[in-house]
């Protein structure tokens, strides 16, 4: 006994190694012995770039919108005031603000109706091969390049494009023509319409609703939907009893990206749309042309305040989890 | 009333399913028929005749390779800023516990999370209130900081895989923290390090919405892209850089997912 703990002391002192010599085994010493100052070396850059550069960017922004501009000179005037916030609610701009929100409602809702089938197909019947065919064929257009994808619609929306002949072999060109005349969401084309700013907008952020509610499906036990036949409920009560309630987390997940990008894009109703605005073209032309930095930035807070909102019901729901 | 564990799909999910999937690929594919096209003043269906003649046009095209070439520099140089933020971010988050972890992630995560317009106009007005002229750099430094979020999301998952104890081990053994650094952390890290540059190449190799905003007189790619989208100059030239750059972006995102497949954290889930 006595042997054992006097063998075992020499070892440990044989383990303590002499200092390592030189500046760098020094260096190397002093961080371990204090990890406190590892860890402010190794958080100190990446804190200085985005906890500096970049927050401090966002609240000059921010301060920016409490500053408001002289109409007469163009000038800003730097005093603190909340006229800037006055002239955000003129009704123009509240129209703005309307048109953004329900696009962005609307391209959700049918992002979450188009994504659930892939999702759930993905979920619950693809294995192996089919799997990995599925994931890619989700990730491939997410990572495809955003402009590339826009232009793809130009190409597919345009008057002479293949959408128009493709109804026209169909003979269903009075319906296109029809859909066309309609107010609001009608148009010359489908690619100066709404309904093409609907379509382009589905279709670019659509990726980012399936991933979420394919997470969220991947969770749900088989036998709990094989239960639920068993007990007589037909596939529609399914749906609505079982599986929906239990996808809604990821659904309500992947709207925080759809609601989020709809509300903040200014390139895609800029190539693909009418003349009338949307938040993010807004900023966009009173940053650029007006000049007017202080609107601009109230503009800005529009979508950080609703996604504020949003997120605090989404977190509410259990949303988080399913990201 | 089934008792048995049919594992086919009904019919109306499968068509569903699969027609969701070609809604999502069927447009990109239309791009590489119209870089073949002969139409030059319209976007006609169906393409009147097929010629390669515009692959040789756009080869000669000097600011093509121009707007190439800056934003291969860019991404290049972001993705090494963002290699080493993301990393050390990483590594501290994970390694470590401290006050105030969760709002690293939430800081981490944010310049992705706001929308694009709002990370452009916040260092656009904030170069403007430095009095920092636009430049190659700002361009960088608008990229960089996106592109943390998606090295740190990869590196963030693999170094939750790899125990700790074989650092301490390390140490034990005589190392200094350099030697483990390069011995035993590198190579566990490597490739989620390798899938997190490639995807932050991308992602800087495609982004617009910042670049409007940061950038002075320069172009790159997507600027040169949405210029042409605005007001269309020579169109079978942009059908083929459109056409190259689904291609280019294309063998990273493959690369990467081979990379971090196994079992990893979904590696572009931070998009």
């Known amino acids: 006994m006595s042997v054992q703990a006097v063998s075992g002391t020499s070892n440990v002192a044989a383990a303590i190694l002499p200092r ?5 085994g020094s260096f190397s010493d002093l961080l371990w012995r204090k990890p406190g100052l590892l860890l402010f070396l190794m958080l100190a850059p990446p804190l200085l770039w985005l906890g500096v550069v970049y927050i401090g960017s966002l609240i000059a922004l921010l301060a920016q919108s409490f500053f408001s501009i002289d109409e007469f000179s163009g000038l800003i005037s730097r005093e603190l005031t909340l006229k800037t916030y006055g002239d955000l609610l003129q009704a123009v701009n509240l129209d703005i603000i309307v048109r953004t929100v329900t696009m962005a409602a609307v ?57 128009t002949w493709l109804f026209a072999k169909l003979h269903l060109s009075w319906l296109l023509d029809s859909w066309l005349s309609l107010p609001v969401i009608g148009g010359n084309s489908l690619s100066v319409s709404f309904t093409g700013t609907f379509i382009v907008f589905v279709y670019v952020w659509l990726p980012f609703m399936i991933l979420p509610i394919q997470a969220a499906l991947e969770r749900v036990p088989g036998n709990l939907v094989e239960a639920s ?79 504020g909102f949003y997120l605090w019901g989404a977190k509410r729901m259990g949303a988080f989890d399913a990201l | 009333m089934r008792s048995d564990r ?18 999502l690929h069927l447009p990109i594919l239309l791009i590489f028929v119209y870089a073949f096209t002969t139409e030059e003043k319209s976007y006609q269906w169906p393409p009147p005749g097929f010629t390669t003649q515009w692959f040789a046009v756009t ?44 709002a690293i992630s939430l800081l981490v995560i944010l310049p992705i999370a706001l929308p694009g317009i709002i990370t452009g106009i916040a260092l656009r007005s904030a170069f403007s209130l430095a009095e920092i002229p636009f430049s190659f750099w700002t361009i960088v430094l608008g990229h960089a900081t996106f592109c943390v979020v998606v090295v740190y999301n990869n590196a963030v998952a693999r170094f939750r895989r790899t125990s700790g ?89 493959l690369a990467a997912y081979y990379l971090t497949r196994e079992g990893d954290q979904i590696a572009g889930a931070g998009k």
Request: aromatic share 10%; glycine share 8%.
């Open chain 2, 59 to 102: 080869w000669g095209r000097a600011d093509v390779w121009q707007a190439l070439g800056l934003s291969v520099q860019v991404a290049a140089i972001s993705t090494g800023i963002a290699l080493v933020l993301g990393t050390l971010c990483a590594a501290a988050v994970s390694q470590t516990r401290f006050f105030g972890r969760e």
């Open chain 2, 165 to 253: 104890s074989l650092i301490e081990a390390s140490m034990d053994l005589g190392a200094d923290g350099f030697q483990t650094f390069r011995h035993v952390i590198l190579p566990n890290i490597g490739t989620a390090l390798l899938a997190g540059g490639m995807l932050a190449f991308a992602l800087s190799f495609d982004e617009v919405i910042v670049t409007t905003f940061t950038a002075g007189q320069q172009q790159t790619l997507p600027i040169w892209m949405l210029e042409e989208l605005v007001r269309p100059r020579q169109r079978p030239v942009t059908n083929v850089v459109a056409m190259v750059v689904v291609l280019a972006t294309l063998l990273p995102i």
């Open chain 1, 20 to 24: 390592r010599g030189g500046l760098a």
């Open chain 1, 107 to 163: 391209v959700t809702l049918a992002s979450a109706i188009i994504a659930f089938p892939i999702a759930y197909y993905a979920a619950r019947y693809a294995r192996g091969t089919w799997k990995a065919l599925f994931y890619l064929g989700v990730m491939l257009p997410l990572w495809s390049s955003y402009l590339v994808k826009i232009y793809a619609w130009k190409l597919i929306l345009a008057k002479e494009g293949i959408l």
């Open chain 2, 6 to 23: 049919s594992q086919s799909a009904p019919t109306g999910l499968k068509i569903a399913a699969a027609a969701g999937l070609a809604f």
């Open chain 1, 229 to 307: 036949s068993d007990l007589g409920a037909s596939p529609r009560q399914t749906f609505r009893n079982v599986l929906f309630p239990l996808a809604l987390p990821g659904i309500v997940a992947g709207s925080i990206f759809t609601f989020s990008l709809t509300l903040g894009d200014y390139i895609i109703p800029q190539i693909i749309g009418t003349s009338r605005l949307f938040i993010g073209q807004a900023v966009y032309a009173q940053q650029g042309t007006a000049g007017n930095i202080p609107l601009a930035a109230a503009f800005t807070v529009v979508p950080v305040v609703i996604m």
